[in-house]
C-alpha cells in the first residue's frame, strides 16, 4: 500500500512509503509501522482518509500505481520498505498486487 502523512506538511510532501499495512476485517482500521490508524472523515486535512488513534496525525493509505504518481506534488517518491520491495517490483512489471490476482 501507498501510506503518507499529511499533518504538518504541504499539500502532498509528506514523507510516504509503500509497504504492507493490515486491515481490520472491517478496514475501518489500519496497521501500519506499529501505528493503529482509523478510517475517519471530517479529519483535520481534507486529503486524509486515516488519522492515528494516538497522535492524531492525518494520512492517506491507497493502492500504489504503477505510474510511480502516488505522490503528486512531493519532492521524492515515497521510501519502499525492504519487506514489500520484491512485491513491488513484480507489481511495477505488470504482477497483480498479493491478494489481488483476480480483480
Do not use: C
Amino acid at each position: 500500500m501507498f501510506v503518507q502523512l499529511k499533518t504538518g506538511h504541504g499539500t502532498d510532501r509528506g514523507p510516504s512509503w509503500i509497504g504492507w499495512v493490515d486491515f481490520s476485517k472491517t478496514w475501518k482500521t489500519a496497521y501500519f509501522q506499529g501505528r493503529t490508524l482509523r478510517r475517519g472523515t471530517g479529519l483535520g486535512l481534507p486529503d486524509a482518509n486515516f488519522y492515528d488513534v494516538e497522535s492524531h496525525e492525518d494520512f492517506w493509505i491507497s493502492g500504489p500505481k504503477r505510474d510511480r504518481s502516488d505522490t503528486r506534488y512531493g519532492p521524492d517518491g515515497p521510501t519502499v520498505e525492504d519487506d514489500a520491495a520484491d512485491a513491488y517490483r513484480a507489481f511495477l512489471q505488470g504482477t497483480p498486487l498479493p491478494g489481488r490476482e483476480n480483480g
